[in-house]
């Protein structure tokens, strides 16, 4: 498993775009697939975007397609999530997330990932 920091989250209004960024430490970053979930208040856990350990196939929910990139840099030891047009629903807590087992490709489920961050704030006004 892997240790996960999340920043870049914050207070901006809905037509703005945001960085998230999580900092890995551990030497299996580069080989397992990595999300991020987002869970809003009252609600559950939610897959926002995933990408395999390459970088070479991503996978985004319905809701984010064609606003949020999903990116890494393996030699950083980091995954990024840029967010552009953000919206109000955008609210939420953001998780990195990395996956149990190496060499995997992208998933959506939660209890595939055994490596989480604590979270950052990422707040949309309308």
């Known amino acids: 498993q892997v240790q996960l920091v999340e920043s870049g989250g914050g207070w901006v209004q809905a037509g703005d775009s945001l960085r998230l960024s999580c900092a890995a430490s551990g030497r299996t970053f580069s080989s397992l697939a990595m999300g991020w979930f987002r869970q809003a208040p009252g609600k559950e856990r939610e897959f926002v975007a995933g990408i395999v350990w390459s970088g070479s196939s991503t996978d985004y929910s319905d809701s984010v397609k064609g606003r949020f990139t999903i990116s890494r840099d393996n030699a950083k030891n980091t995954v990024y999530l840029k967010m552009n047009s953000l919206k109000p629903e955008d609210t939420a807590v953001y998780y990195c997330?990395?996956?149990?087992?190496?060499?995997?490709?992208?998933?959506?489920?939660?209890?595939?990932?055994?490596?989480w961050g604590e979270g950052t704030q990422v707040t949309v006004s309308s």
């Open positions: 997330a990395g996956h149990t087992y190496r060499y995997r490709a992208v998933t959506r489920a939660t209890s595939d990932f055994g490596s």
